[in-house]
């Protein structure tokens, strides 16, 4: 099956999403990640004021078969976090790329953004 | 069948393979010993003898008879977190069942209803009992409960502490679990004193700052007092953002105060003070907690659902706390529950009903009055010691030595509590009421 991969985000190999178009940068996670995670039942995300380091944990994504430890595909501070998910955990599923967004991150000067993979070699790595 | 299977050696009538076909299988695999497909390092490895002498099942039974005819036929007036009441042979009938009689964990509930069912109605009574939004499927007993709630305050708390506080008359045996869980987390238990049987709340306060995570008070208490500050305390705990963890058993909470009204975020216990008697050292480790701890509750949570064809169901759930599915983030080391003895607990509970919890509660505090007043009237004897209401049990003040006094009444065939150099404490139940006379007259010969 082929699934969606838009070309305007940038994505870490463990399959976080990041969009850099506004101020703030939106984090989720793919469309292959939902996808292999099965239903989505529960989306542990930080506080507004936390920092974020590339690579590191921010947070726990759980479906009804498995947990994933989620990481952070930039450096920067959380701005805002997708309240929605606290009631509506499925909208990772439904909608991955948009009403799924997990957070919102103000970027750091050293945001890290040029070492993430572009569509083209995320979709290569899920072929 | 038969006599010997002779279709090869396994050693012992028990073993499942043969020694051809546990050839067969390391062949297979390409290992020319058993050994080669385990990775033990020799300084753990044990290398020697277990020293246990071969007897026939016969011998083996005649050899156990003969040390369990050696025990002494006491009649026990013992309390101090072993507590005996009744259990209707109902109970015995129902949960011997072979569908229920199973050391099988109901992870898949397609084949398990009746047991998760039976389980889910444990969790909803205590969740009556304690007013609190979550009861999970058991602990191993009240130390181990008492230790996951320090190790969940720790958790849950959204600033770092490090201090767990007791009151004094935390038994040993729960304190020393409570430190060997707590150690590696890097917590320490002190000790708060108490007043006349009750917390001192003005040593709590004292005691009490911002690094604590934890404050543990019993209802009723080790010594068998009914705590008369539970409001204060949750406030002392409120204030500083400590969790307050109460202590308790269903029978008590029946009719003591309602733990989710006085600020307790936590009650453990023995939950099986119903379901099961003393002996053996079993117990059921009674956990409750608030509704929104829920994803930070350690063991088991049944949880009830819908099938597709909108059927009540009955399953494991949010097991993603669990240690087999996470090992490294899991909530909690234990994995496993008393799941049979919840479901004896649970039948004792239902059939006794409401109104039935509440009179052996009553009774509770209506025998230990009874026997405290006529121990009063022996000479040599104060009774109780604490000037508050008791539960079960209370302590008595002896003249003579506390040890004398309890070696007289075992010479007696009594078993009693010396729980100081002049105290000791007596508890009485439904199971042992029958015997308070000859208890007094005892008491009468040797205080």
């Known amino acids: 099956m082929s699934f969606e991969v838009p070309d305007d985000r940038k994505y870490l190999e463990s399959h976080e999403w990041v969009d850099d178009a506004a101020d703030t940068a939106r984090i989720g996670i793919s469309d292959f990640a939902q996808d292999e995670l099965g239903d989505v039942v529960f989306v542990e995300l930080p506080d507004e004021g936390d920092d974020l380091a590339q690579n590191d944990e921010f947070g726990v994504v759980e479906s009804i078969k498995a947990v994933s430890d989620l990481y952070s595909p930039v450096n920067g501070t959380v701005t805002a976090v997708n309240d929605a998910l606290a009631d509506q955990p499925e909208l990772v599923n439904e909608d991955p790329f948009g009403e799924g967004w997990m957070l919102e991150v103000e970027l750091a000067d050293d945001s890290g953004l040029d070492d993430l993979l572009s569509a083209d070699e995320y979709r290569e790595q899920i072929e | 069948m038969s006599g010997r299977h002779e279709s090869g050696d396994r050693g012992s009538p028990y073993a499942p393979h043969t020694a051809e076909e546990t050839a067969a299988m390391l062949d297979a695999v390409g290992a020319d010993d058993v050994s080669e497909l385990f990775d033990i390092p020799d300084e753990v490895a044990f290398d020697g003898e277990f020293g246990i002498e071969e007897r026939t099942e ?3 039974e005649r050899h156990v008879r003969g040390l369990l005819s050696r025990n002494d036929d006491l009649t026990e007036f013992l309390g101090r977190g072993h507590y005996d009441h009744y259990v209707p042979s109902l109970v015995d009938h129902l949960s011997l069942r072979s569908e229920f009689l199973t050391s099988y964990t109901q992870y898949q509930p397609e084949i398990t209803q009746g047991f998760l069912q039976a389980l889910f109605e444990y969790q909803s009574m205590l969740v009556e009992l304690t007013g609190l939004g979550i009861v999970n499927a058991s602990m191993y007993d009240h130390a181990t409960a008492l230790a996951e709630a320090a190790l969940l305050a720790a958790r849950v708390r959204s600033t770092d502490g490090d201090r767990v506080l007791v009151p004094d008359y935390l038994l040993a045996s729960r304190r020393d679990v409570l430190e060997n869980y707590t150690d590696g987390a890097g917590l320490t238990v002190e000790t708060f004193a108490t007043d006349d049987g009750n917390v001192d709340t003005d040593a709590l306060a004292e005691a009490i700052d911002d690094d ?7 209802n009723p208490t080790t010594r068998g ?14 204030d500083h953002d400590a969790l307050f963890c109460l202590g308790s058993d269903p029978v008590a909470l029946s009719i003591l105060q309602e733990p989710a009204a006085v600020g307790a975020d936590v009650v453990v216990g023995d939950a099986a003070t119903l379901g099961l008697p003393t002996a053996y050292g ?7 907690c608030r509704g929104d701890f829920v994803r930070q509750v350690p063991g088991r949570l049944v949880g009830a659902s819908e099938d597709a064809a909108d059927n009540r169901t009955y399953t494991l759930t949010l097991q993603t706390r669990e240690q087999h599915i996470r090992k490294e983030r899991a909530t909690s080391n234990i994995c ?8 004896r607990t649970a039948i004792h509970a239902a059939y006794l009903g409401p109104d039935g919890l509440v009179d052996l509660a009553n009774d509770c505090v209506r025998l230990a ?10 000479t040599g004897l104060q009774a109780p010691v604490h000037d508050r209401h008791h539960f079960r049990e209370f302590v008595a003040h002896t003249d003579q030595p506390a040890k004398a006094v309890t070696e007289d009444l075992e010479a007696e065939e009594f078993a009693v509590h010396a729980v100081g150099e002049h105290e000791v404490q007596v508890c009485i139940t439904d199971s042992n009421q029958h015997a308070a006379d000859q208890l007094v007259a005892a008491f009468e010969e040797v205080a």
Do not use: P, S
């Open chain 2, 58 to 60: 016969r011998e083996a």
């Open chain 2, 212 to 218: 604590a995570v934890m404050v543990y008070a019993e």
């Open chain 2, 225 to 238: 007092t009914v705590e008369e500050n539970l409001t204060e305390i949750g406030d002392l705990a409120d």
């Open chain 2, 282 to 288: 079993m117990g059921l480790g009674l956990f409750a």
């Open chain 2, 336 to 343: 496993t529950n008393q799941a049979w003895v919840a479901l």
């Open chain 2, 369 to 378: 009055d009874d026997l405290a007043d006529r121990l009063d009237d022996v």
